[in-house]
């Protein structure tokens, strides 16, 4: 009974409680405003404080989609196996890497873990369309699985089969920038273009995927890797290939069948380094993982170092603040004010102080983001929600911290003395 | 004072009995009960080693609708009784009791209370706050006191003081005058007990202390209680009764203490001889 009636009154006290804190809030506002300058450089260390994390956690979280929504785009559960002596003066006494088709095969037919292998020729070519020529473009010989393995479709015309890889026949697909560079449309498909000086049917267009770290993955013709054989025989020990696990679970079963398999087939003695490279996709993300924790790290010191500077600065204005509004206090106290009244004023006032220095590095870095995303190699960047509500929280936080002392003071003074004060 | 401004200062202290009644649960004093009673008050500073007595041994009763001076010498300790009248010090020994409530002793919260509801202060200086307007200046202590319909009360208080026009000047657009009668006003919208003025025309041109000297004498009339500090006769002379000190005593006090003001027996005139050595 006795707390139901306490908690009608503190409920009843609300509204006049809001008021007050609004009234404080408009005080320390006024206050800001007549010291503007003042204001600004007291909150300058919030503001860098407030900017870098804004804009570094974007940049990072930016970066972060990216690299996730490549991966998905690979694929995932994919690797890349490839021919690769070991580094270093080790690998001088070693012979050179080979992978053959057979040893494709073998991983294909024995590793219960993988679910489908495509063969993969990685190299250069130049094509050539009417008038155009291009000099460079990735060229990948590879099977009528590169479609699912990679999740990479053809959106016009269609991709190689069984038939035309076996046939090792002249046809080709070709990415969206290959197209663009040639200055053609959709209309080539079903005419020839020369990859190498050799005629090839355009058969299909592949989807656009966009770049990734300033490669682009539309830039690329894909034709079957038994016609990549014949124009680069060479090539037939030295193949790679992706492999597809039966599902994302089973990769590091798949990754160990086929060390095994390839080890045994390459005659490599237990303890020797291996003869072939894989790729996966969490190399990339381990890769991506250091990077990201050197600039939180990073981050962490600038704010930290940062905040400790604007938490003084607002301590030092609040001080002197108080010093020259002692007769103000005074007045306050004279008429009415309790302690807690002077204590929630200076208090309001260094949080809205350091609040508006937030306010001011959200805008800052809601800007370093928007130049940054213009530059025409960056990845899109959104500002994250709770990056803005992390900063506005650690600058209140620092305005309270910085700002109690200071408020106490103030709020301890005694109200003659107060008035006394020249 | 005109007709007209009268007219609305009754209407105005009309509506503070109806409302501060419900308010405090305070009966009007009646008979003999004094606002103020001070028994045998010390008040000591210490400078250092030495120890300042600024008042020694003090004992006064000041009754409803009182309209006292005080006066003295420069250091005679006025401001010192004043102070503690309002609750703003504490003295170091004696009592002080306040509506019959020993106030001597209590802690800074409950002195805070009292100085918003029950002390209304006017300074020489004035003492507004410079960024607002006059009529949040009269808010001001209603905002501490938390009371409801705080802006009507104020305007009510400002309209008493001739300054409704003023409302939204800030004290830098008013003259010295102007500014003594928002804080005259801010004191008003408090309702308070008593009203306790520090050399309320020290700062300002003998014209306008006049006027503010009007206003204070009207609301004395009205029935507030007011205690001014001064050191000109000519101020003493408007009020009932004349206190003064010296060296921390009273030395000379008109009112007998019983709760009768003397303010029409017209013996105020001898009292700046009588004093003068
Ligand atoms: N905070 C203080 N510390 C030390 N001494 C003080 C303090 N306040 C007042 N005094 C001393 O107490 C005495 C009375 O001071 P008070 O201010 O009450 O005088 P007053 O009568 O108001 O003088 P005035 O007419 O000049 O205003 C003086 O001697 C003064 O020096
Ligand atoms: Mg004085």
Request: charged share 20%.
């Amino acid at each position: 009974m006795k707390a139901l009636r306490a908690l009608v009154n503190a409920l009843l006290f609300i509204p006049d409680r809001v008021a007050s804190l609004a009234g404080n809030v408009v005080t320390a506002l006024v206050q800001i405003w007549s010291n503007k300058i003042r204001s600004l450089l007291t909150v300058l260390g919030i503001i860098i404080a407030v900017t870098s994390i804004i804009s570094v956690v974007s940049m990072v979280e930016g970066f972060g989609n990216y690299v996730t929504s490549f991966l998905r785009g690979l694929g995932t559960n994919m690797m890349v196996v490839y021919p690769e002596r070991v580094r270093g003066p080790m690998g001088e006494y070693l012979r050179p890497a080979e992978m053959t088709i057979e040893d494709i095969q073998a991983v294909d037919r024995y590793a219960t873990a993988v679910r489908r292998t495509s063969p993969v020729i990685f190299t250069r070519a130049t094509i050539e369309y009417g008038r155009q020529q291009l000099i460079g473009i990735d060229l990948r010989g590879t099977n009528e699985f590169f479609q699912p393995i990679r999740n990479f479709y053809v959106d016009a015309g269609r991709f190689f089969g069984a038939v035309d890889v076996d046939a090792g026949g002249p046809v080709c697909v070709l990415g969206r920038e290959v197209l663009r560079k040639l200055e053609c449309d959709e209309s080539v498909v079903g005419d020839f273009v020369h990859i190498d000086s050799q005629r090839f049917r355009v058969i299909g267009l592949l989807q656009s995927k966009g770049s990734f770290m300033g490669d682009n993955q539309d830039e690329m013709i894909v034709i079957p890797w038994t016609s990549a054989l014949k124009m680069y025989p060479y090539r037939r020990n030295y193949l790679a290939f992706y492999v597809e696990a039966m599902n994302e679970e089973k990769i590091p079963d798949a990754e160990g069948q086929l060390v095994r398999i390839l080890r045994q087939r390459h005659g490599i003695k237990k303890g020797d380094p291996p003869d072939f490279g894989i790729f996966k996709q969490d190399e990339i993300l381990k890769e991506f993982h250091t990077t990201r924790v050197i600039a939180t790290s990073v981050l962490a010191g600038i704010v930290s170092i940062s905040l400790l500077v604007g938490g003084i600065g607002i301590m030092n204005v609040m001080l002197v603040s108080v010093t020259e509004r002692t007769r103000e206090i005074g007045l306050r106290k004279s008429v009415g004010a309790h302690r807690r009244d002077i204590l929630s004023q200076f208090l309001t006032e260094a949080v809205v102080l350091s609040t508006v220095g937030g306010g001011i590095g959200i805008a800052l870095g809601y800007a370093i983001c928007y130049i940054a995303a213009m530059h025409p190699n960056m990845v899109e960047i959104n500002v994250p929600i709770w990056s803005v509500a992390l900063a506005l929280g650690f600058s209140a936080g620092v305005g309270i911290f910085f700002g109690i002392i200071p408020a106490f003071k103030a709020a301890i003074i005694h109200p003659i003395d107060a008035l006394r004060h020249e | 004072m005109t007709d007209a401004a009268n007219n609305v200062a009754s209407g105005f202290r009309a509506g503070r009995d109806v409302a501060s009644e419900p308010r405090t649960g305070r009966l009007p004093s009646v008979g003999t009960d004094p606002v103020i009673e001070l028994i045998d008050l010390y008040k000591t500073y210490r400078v250092g080693t030495e120890l300042v007595h600024a008042l020694r041994g003090t004992s006064l009763r000041i009754h409803e609708n009182e309209y006292a001076a005080i006066m003295g010498a420069s250091g005679s300790g006025k401001s010192t009784m004043l102070n503690i009248l309002g609750c703003l010090d504490v003295p170091t020994s004696g009592i002080y009791r306040l509506r019959g409530q020993d106030v001597s002793r209590l802690s800074q919260t409950k002195l805070a209370r009292i100085r918003g509801r029950q002390i209304g202060f006017i300074f020489q200086s004035f003492e507004l706050l410079g960024r607002t307007t006059a009529l949040k200046n009269v808010e001001l202590p209603l905002a501490y006191t938390r009371t409801r319909h705080r802006r009507q009360r104020a305007l009510e208080a400002l309209k008493r003081v001739n300054l409704l026009d003023r409302a939204h000047h800030r004290p830098n657009q008013l003259s010295g005058g102007q500014k003594q009668r928002v804080a005259i006003a801010r004191a008003l919208a408090q309702q308070p007990d008593i009203i306790l003025a520090d050399e309320p025309t020290g700062n300002l041109d003998s014209t306008t202390g006049k006027e503010i000297m009007d206003i204070l004498d009207s609301l004395q009339a009205e029935g507030q209680t007011i205690i001014v500090v001064t050191h000109e006769d000519e101020i003493a002379r408007r009020c009932g009764r004349t206190i003064r000190l010296k060296d921390g005593q009273i030395v000379l006090d008109t009112g007998n203490g019983d709760g009768h003001p003397r303010r029409d027996e017209g013996g105020t005139d001898a009292i700046g001889e009588a004093a003068t050595p």
